[in-house]
């Protein structure tokens, strides 16, 4: 990489000591580099709204916050401009399909070697896409699955999060009061969110996104119901 160029870049992990690894891993990679740390998915939100360009995102799937791949979905609704990398314990085909299907500029295996992880990141710094060279994407492709995330994939942010809302039970008030939006801007959403998944009631919604694993995060405890 070069080294007049300045990199900002957040690792997001709920565990310390795999930051750390991670940390020291990408360091290496820059003369000038400056990287932020986040142990939940609020903190990376809060690092992101406080303004400044970062120019990549390392992403647990599972992390306090955020379950399954409604991060993702959500990070590349909300900060299209901004690549993801996914850095997961699992090395499943279908499940490094799904993170490509959704936006993901890449998908690093903790498994892997710290060389492999800095050619990852420096192919996606690089404007390109990576995933492990051994693992065969092609033949985890399923038609019907591929469809459903694309669709999801037209989701804007808060219709993601209010899906997520609906996935956890919560009525119509309280999806409101939890974006601190009317009712009617919700009954807005949720109509939105039943045409571009191509459903007819806020059941099926929820039954489709159960199907590719989304889960938000139940309401914030702090929030009366």
């Not at 709204?49 to 306090?64: E, Q, S, T, Y």
């Not at 092609?138 to 038609?143: C, G, I, L, R």
């Not at 808060?158 to 999806?175: D, H, P």
Request: hydrophobic fraction near 45%.
């Amino acid at each position: 990489m070069s080294d007049i160029t300045f990199y900002r870049l957040v690792i997001a992990d709920d565990h310390p000591l795999f930051r750390g690894a991670m940390r020291e891993a990408v360091a290496g990679l820059f003369e000038k580099v400056e990287i932020a740390e986040a142990g939940s998915f609020d903190q990376i939100s809060e690092i992101l709204d406080r303004g400044g360009d970062v120019d990549l995102i390392l992403l647990d799937l599972a992390m306090p916050g955020v379950r399954g791949f409604s991060g993702l979905l959500y990070l590349r609704a909300q900060y299209p401009s901004v690549p993801v990398v996914v850095v997961s314990a699992t090395d499943d085909p279908g499940v490094i399909r799904r993170c490509m299907d959704f936006g993901a500029a890449g998908y690093i295996p903790k498994t892997l070697g710290v060389d492999v992880m800095r050619q990852g990141i420096t192919a996606v710094l690089q404007g390109g896409l990576w995933t492990p060279p051994d693992i065969d994407l092609d033949s985890s492709a399923d038609p019907e699955a591929s469809a459903a995330l694309a669709r999801f994939a037209t989701l804007t942010p808060q219709q993601v999060r209010v899906l997520m809302m609906l996935s956890e039970g919560l009525l119509n008030k309280q999806i409101a009061y939890e974006l601190s939006v009317s009712e009617a801007t919700v009954k807005a959403h949720v109509s939105a969110i039943l045409q571009k998944l191509g459903v007819e009631s806020r059941t099926q919604a929820v039954i489709a996104a159960s199907k590719i694993e989304i889960q938000w995060p139940p309401a914030t405890a702090a929030a009366p119901h």
